[in-house]
């Protein structure tokens, strides 16, 4: 979960996913506080990952780990609403289908 240089784990794939959105073009309007709210959310959810106290959260009771649910259920939450964010930013809902490829040939009748 937390180890940095292994692919599986959480805090790789949120640094990762925190490196692609440096990448992203930026709008140059300004936004209070200095981050986006997709970068804020991205902080977030790595943050919450490097604080897990392991033991705390590997505990069982009752044949549940109920630390770990609730950690895990607040990360996929952070993960949804981070999607909604960039989708509405970089993609455009609007436009209609457009068709990729356009045909050789012309029928001439």
Known sequence: MIDRT?????????????????????????????????????????????????????????????ALELLLNTLSEQLEQFTSLVADKYFDHTAGPQQLIKPKWKLDV
């Open 6 to 66: 292994n692919p599986r784990a959480l805090v790789y794939q949120m640094e990762k996913l925190r490196e692609y959105l440096d990448r992203l073009p930026t709008p140059h309007t300004y936004v209070p506080g200095g981050l986006s709210p997709e970068y804020k959310l991205v902080m977030k959810t790595l943050t919450d990952i490097q604080l897990v106290d392991l033991e705390a959260v590997s505990e069982e009771s009752e044949g549940k780990r109920e």
